[in-house]
């Protein structure tokens, strides 16, 4: 695909952008849950479940706190910069009016998305009597684009902005399809992660188009250079550290005892994250760089051979 072959999606977002044209959703006062077991393994754990059971709800409320805040910080704080500067004409990498308009069409998603996040964070403090501890003020992206952007020539740092965020996107369409279809979690939330996935898969697929449109201009040397930090940028992108330590932080809100606190804390410290192919996120990034055609570089499947499940191949 080249620019001049870009096809938008301006007459669909039109007729169905998701969370802009949804009645407002209300988060139901009813006995399911309001965030998934599977997604924090605290509460899952043996010392949790034997000896503190009963902190379960306001440990699941706390975490779909910090949910919301990761999307808002990631919806507005940058994917909506990245999307603002390439509708504004802003970025070093230069795209097609097409491309801007719907670049806007996502600034404009992003930010619904944030404001009804907040909305159910207010419902759910509403409905439920728990204030929010403090949440962490950066997720995971806020550190991976950086350090890999810090590695890069100057020239070619919007580069692996755009790489970065179209990753990003692509894996949590993933994340949210899999929270949609989870018959524990309200059906409110499950709605919403709904309505979210449907106007996500439609950027997830604006980002990958882009890449492919910038990885087929870029000379080979920018590839290579490219190639060397996108490891980096994986390193930091595909970590738990800050999610352990929401988690320490949140045991040192249960009223348990020492010895019980402790052994919350190794069992939270002791949670493996081994970053291999086998990584539940990894398979999506490759997908993705496969199709968009990056991953078809050899610098790049060299520099990525860790993560692919045979030397050089997407399985």
């Known amino acids: ?31 399911k849950l309001i965030y998934p077991l599977s997604r ?8 949790f479940l034997e000896h503190c059971p009963q902190w379960r709800d306001f440990v699941l409320v706390q975490s779909f706190y910090k949910f ?15 999307a603002r500067s390439i509708a504004k004409n802003r970025f070093s990498l230069t795209f097609p009016l097409a491309c801007r308009y719907d670049a806007m069409t996502i600034v404009v998603d992003e930010d619904y ?22 949440l962490p003020g950066q997720i995971e992206l806020s550190h991976a684009l950086p350090a890999a952007q810090a590695q890069a020539p100057a020239h070619l740092r919007d580069a692996v902005e755009l790489i970065g965020v179209a990753i990003a996107e692509n894996t949590v369409t993933h994340e949210v399809a899999a929270f949609s279809k989870d018959d524990s979690v309200k059906p409110s939330i499950r709605g919403l992660m709904a309505d979210h996935l449907f106007d996500e898969g439609r950027h997830a697929q604006f980002w990958a188009q882009l890449v492919r449109i910038y990885w087929q201009s870029a000379s080979p040397e920018d590839r290579d250079s490219i190639a060397d930090v996108l490891p980096i940028f994986l390193a930091h992108y595909l970590t738990n550290d800050l999610q352990k330590g929401f988690d320490l932080h949140l045991i040192e809100h249960l009223d348990v005892s020492a010895h019980i606190r402790l052994a919350l804390r190794n069992e939270v410290c002791a949670l493996g994250f081994p970053i291999t192919h086998q990584h539940p996120l990894v398979g999506n990034i490759m997908g993705l760089l496969h199709h968009s055609g990056v991953l078809q570089t050899p ?14 191949r997407l399985a």
Do not use: C
């Not at 924090?40 to 010392?47: D, G, H, I, K, R």
């Not at 610098?299 to 050089?312: D, E, F, N, T």
């Open 68 to 82: 919301i805040n990761d999307v808002v910080i990631f919806e507005t704080e940058i994917v909506d910069k990245t």
């Open 113 to 134: 998305h944030a404001l009804v996040a907040l909305d159910f964070l207010q419902q759910a403090v509403e409905m439920t009597g728990i204030q929010p501890l403090d």
């Open 1 to 31: 695909m080249n620019a001049a072959n870009y096809r938008s999606f301006a007459e669909d977002w039109e007729r169905r952008a998701t969370i802009r044209t949804r009645p407002r959703r209300v988060l139901e006062n009813d006995d």
């Open 299 to 312: 610098s790049v499947a060299q520099a990525l051979i860790h993560y692919l499940p045979r030397p050089g």
């Open 40 to 47: 924090q393994p605290l509460v899952l754990s043996a010392t």
